[in-house]
């Protein structure tokens, strides 16, 4: 397996694992609270930057002089592997409907996922053009 797909591999699954941790918080401390809505709205800008910071650090610290390219790529692997994990742990471990997972996609409904996504894929590519233009 190549340097790329193992990165994103890493990359997807410490994604998960932050928003993982960030949806616990929200759940038992931020939801009893302030419900349900507000306390996504709260959890959304930390966990993505969160996963922004994680983006970054892999091509920083394991990626470097790594073509733009492919730090797209390390960043859509990420996201596939996020997706994956999501996906079977929404509908496999925790038999949420379909219908209700779909929801979590849905930009008309408020959903905010999809966004945090766009942003996880761009983050390794944003780190470098941010180290050229410092």
Same mark, same amino acid.
């Given at each position: 397996?190549?340097?790329?797909?193992?990165?994103?591999?890493?990359?997807?699954? =410490?994604?998960? $694992?932050?928003? +993982?941790?960030? @949806?616990?918080?929200? /759940?038992?401390? #931020? !939801? *009893?609270?302030?419900?349900?809505?507000?306390?996504?709205?709260?959890?959304?800008? =930390?966990?993505? $930057?969160?996963? +922004?910071?994680? @983006?970054?650090?892999? /091509?920083?610290? #394991? !990626? *470097?002089?790594?073509?733009?390219?492919?730090?797209?790529?390390?960043?859509?692997?990420?996201?596939?592997?996020?997706?994956?994990?999501? @996906?079977?742990?929404?509908?496999?471990? #925790?038999?949420?409907?379909?219908?209700?997972?779909?929801?979590?996609?849905?930009?008309?409904?408020?959903?905010?996922?999809?966004?945090?996504?766009?942003?996880?894929?761009?983050?390794?590519?944003?780190?470098?053009?941010?180290?050229?233009?410092?």
């Amino acid at each position: 397996m190549g340097a790329l797909v193992r990165l994103g591999l890493r990359y997807g699954v =410490l994604a998960f $694992a932050t928003g +993982f941790m960030f @949806g616990l918080a929200r /759940e038992l401390v #931020l !939801a *009893p609270k302030f419900g349900a809505h507000l306390a996504q709205q709260i959890e959304f800008p =930390l966990v993505t $930057a969160s996963v +922004f910071a994680i @983006g970054c650090w892999l /091509e920083r610290m #394991l !990626a *470097p002089g790594q073509s733009r390219p492919w730090l797209l790529g390390l960043g859509l692997i990420g996201v596939a592997t996020l997706l994956v994990i999501e @996906g079977i742990f929404a509908l496999a471990i #925790l038999k949420q409907p379909l219908e209700t997972y779909l929801q979590s996609f849905n930009l008309a409904a408020g959903s905010l996922f999809p966004i945090g996504l766009a942003i996880m894929a761009l983050a390794p590519l944003f780190s470098r053009m941010m180290q050229r233009s410092g």
